[in-house]
């Protein structure tokens, strides 16, 4: 995450608005609000592999350019802003980028096929003993 957090720094623009957190008067007349923005497409971190990856789990963050925006404002100042959204974009980046371990598919052992058939036989009997009896 650190190497990523490096490399994603060279390639971020900023944006700076007013925030609406914590600062009292500082609030209004300071821009520490950020938004960091990383367009996915022209970015040379990634592989074209990694950019199809990071479209395909990022989509419904990724502007229609292909800009991956993160914002901060939870603190009071502006750098620490900027490095919260770059921590929380390189997070997102990392969680995208992650392959997921493939499931190999396995046989029932004999021993849960029995329990299976045993928990139905048991449920039929209850619900069997639900019934009205026959005269």
């Known amino acids: 995450m650190r190497n990523l ?39 040379e971190l990634f592989s074209l592999p990694e950019k199809l990856r990071i479209r395909h789990k990022l989509k419904a963050r990724l502007s229609k350019n292909g800009e991956l925006t993160v914002a901060s404002e939870t603190e009071r100042s502006q750098a620490k802003n900027k490095e919260a959204a770059l921590v929380r974009m390189a997070a997102l980046l990392q969680k995208a980028l992650h392959k997921d371990k493939v499931r190999i598919s396995t046989r029932p052992t004999l021993a849960s096929k029995k329990r299976r058939i045993e928990t139905k036989k048991q449920h039929s009997t209850k619900k069997h003993l639900r019934k009205k009896p026959d005269f």
Request: charged content about 20%.
């Open 5 to 43: 957090l490096a490399n994603i720094q060279n390639e971020v623009y900023f944006r700076h608005s007013r925030s609406s957190g914590p600062g009292g008067q500082n609030v209004n007349k300071v821009n520490s609000r950020v938004e960091a923005v990383l367009n996915i497409e022209t970015s």
